[in-house]
């Protein structure tokens, strides 16, 4: 018929969500029964632990307790998969159950360390850092750590998340299970404490222009 315009095919074509790259592992994962488990738990673990063991570090500040949260949110994977219902990545999943291990691992050690209620009102939480976390302090890396680690818990977390896997805004509200509005507020909060801190206790830091991006290079 003249004058008909026939719509392209492909305008018919929902936009395919990207697909999980871990999807097979996980579906193994949940078959503890099964011959393929424990290769598939094995392939994640070695596929995220170096990532997971960074954020911790960052959070709780010393190598010993880093590692315990490794195998403590690994562990916390294996009992809550089948939970996991794929409506986010699993590395999301999997960095706030990192996230949250480290921010109430430090609480506690903290809390204990002055043997009170934790309080979780002030961004800088620290008078002075722990002597296992200030042993060395040379490198410029081992400086900002020592920053860091006056910083609340909560604001490390966001801070390791954003420049440790260069999380967007969208990716932060999804692994902190935040609102945009809130991420962007205490990535605010975190990158004013560490200027303090920095210009209060490294003033060296200052002078030389370490920036929140040095985070990365930490460790």
């Not at 900002?144 to 990716?171: C, F, G, H, T, W």
């Amino acid at each position: 018929m003249k004058g008909t315009w026939t719509r392209p095919a492909h305008v018919f074509t929902s936009v395919e969500l990207l697909r999980d790259p871990d999807a097979d592992l996980i579906a193994a994962c949940r078959q503890p029964e099964s011959d393929g488990f424990e290769g598939a738990f094995e392939q994640l673990f070695v596929r995220y632990r170096d990532r997971v063991y960074a954020i911790a570090f960052r959070v709780v500040g010393n190598a010993v307790d880093a590692m315990d949260i490794v195998q403590e949110s690994f562990a916390l994977v294996l009992r809550k998969l089948h939970g996991f219902r794929g409506g986010s990545l699993f590395s999301t999943w999997l960095f706030r159950i990192v996230v949250n291990c480290s921010i109430d691992h430090r609480r506690k050690r903290d809390a204990a360390r002055i043997g009170t209620q934790w309080d979780d009102s002030t961004d800088v939480v620290d008078d002075a850092p722990d002597p296992r976390d200030r042993a060395e302090t040379k490198e410029l890396g081992d400086q900002v750590q020592a920053a860091i680690s006056l910083l609340s818990p909560k604001l490390r977390a966001i801070l390791a998340l954003r420049y440790l896997e260069d999380m967007s805004y969208e990716e932060l509200a999804a692994t902190l299970g935040l609102s945009l509005g809130t991420v962007k507020s205490r990535l605010a909060r975190a990158h004013l404490a560490l200027e303090s801190v920095v210009r209060t206790r490294f003033p060296h830091l200052d002078s030389s222009g370490a920036a929140p991006d040095s985070v990365e290079d930490v460790g």
